[in-house]
C-alpha cells in the first residue's frame, strides 16, 4: 500500500493512506488547491519542489499556521487578508 507524506496541525509529517486534498509551501506557508497554477508552474522549480507539502483538508492546513493561496482560492485569501488588516472582525 502506497504512504503519503502529509502535514498535521501541529505541522509535523505523518503518513497517510490517502492522498492530502491540499498542497502547500512550507517556505511562505500558503495552501491551496492540487491544480493551482501558480504551483504547478513553481513545481519545475527544484528548489520548490523542497518545500512542497500536503494537507488532509483546509482546517489543518490553518491550524499549522497556513494561509490560502491568492490564486487558487481567492475568495478564501480576500478573507484571511481582511482578517489581517483588521482583527477585530476575526469571530
Not at 27 to 42: P, S, V
Not at 43 to 54: A, M, P, Q, S
Not at 70 to 80: A, I, N, Q, T, V
Request: aromatic share 10%; charged share 25%; glycine share 10%.
Amino acid at each position: 500500500m502506497k504512504l503519503y507524506k502529509l502535514l498535521n496541525s501541529d505541522g509535523e509529517v505523518y503518513e497517510s493512506a490517502e492522498k492530502g486534498q491540499l498542497g502547500g509551501n512550507s517556505r511562505e506557508k500558503i495552501y491551496g488547491t492540487l491544480d493551482c497554477t501558480a504551483a504547478n508552474n513553481a513545481l519545475g522549480n527544484n528548489i520548490y519542489e523542497n518545500y512542497r507539502v500536503f494537507f488532509a483538508n483546509e482546517s489543518v492546513a490553518i491550524a499549522a499556521g497556513y494561509r490560502p493561496c491568492g490564486r487558487c482560492l481567492k475568495s478564501e485569501y480576500k478573507k484571511w487578508k481582511e482578517s489581517q488588516e483588521h482583527p477585530e472582525l476575526q469571530g
